[in-house]
């Protein structure tokens, strides 16, 4: 039994930066596909912070597109990779001084380019764009408040809404951004 696990584990190691997410540079050594924790947190830290928004809940990626940290590896508008400058198929290493945020699709377009420049970048951005009440309400639907400068709320608990409890949090429960009047439509 141990010969077959062991045929089998060479006949995968054929290919270790799929298999293990790891590759072998000029020198024979395993260097890593994939970034690490540290490496993503410089990363995130790196990008350019979202005016007047929670600098660890929002960034601009290097299109300038708006991306929300809890996004990470999904597709949408939203959603973030992150990506390797020169890519790791040309050796480029996943180090954070070789790593930026891309939106999904900006990533996904670049793919294995090296040297693409912001105003290429931005011609692969997803074309949807959000206004700061709908940022304010996506937050609230992931995070269950908003922090904001001067606009900081959190959810309030069925339990509050019923008039079961009051909460003793601080921070006061959000009311949602529109008023009835915006919520009619037009014709």
């Given amino acids: 039994m141990s010969t077959s696990s062991s045929s089998s584990s060479s ?12 590759s072998k540079n000029s020198s024979g050594e395993e ?9 993503k947190n410089k990363c995130w830290a790196n ?18 597109n708006i991306v929300c940290k809890r996004f990470c ?6 959603c973030f990779e992150y990506d390797h400058i020169v890519p790791f198929s040309k050796g480029g290493e996943s180090t ?16 294995d380019k090296d040297n693409v420049d912001p105003t290429q970048l931005k011609g692969y951005s997803c074309d949807v764009k959000f206004t700061d009440k709908e940022l304010d309400i ?14 900081q709320c959190r959810c309030r608990t069925i339990a509050e809404m019923l008039g079961q409890y009051k909460s003793k949090d601080h ?14 439509q037009t014709t």
């Avoid at 590896?73 to 939203?78: D, E, R, V």
């Avoid at 954070?96 to 377009?109: A, H, M």
């Avoid at 996506?138 to 400068?149: F, L, Q, T």
């Fill in 11 to 22: 006949s995968s190691s054929s290919s270790p930066h799929r298999s293990r997410g790891h």
């Fill in 73 to 78: 590896n999904c597709q949408g508008c939203l």
């Fill in 31 to 39: 260097r890593p596909r994939f970034f690490d924790s540290k490496a």
């Fill in 47 to 64: 990008a350019k912070i979202v005016p007047g928004r929670h600098p660890e809940r929002w960034r601009e990626d290097a299109a300038g």
């Fill in 138 to 151: 996506i937050e609230m639907a992931v995070y269950g408040d908003v922090i904001r400068p001067g606009n």
């Fill in 171 to 184: 921070l006061a429960a959000c009311k949602l951004p529109y008023n009835d009047e915006s919520l009619q």
């Fill in 96 to 111: 954070y001084d070789n790593c930026q945020i891309l939106q999904t699709r900006v990533n996904r377009y670049k793919s």
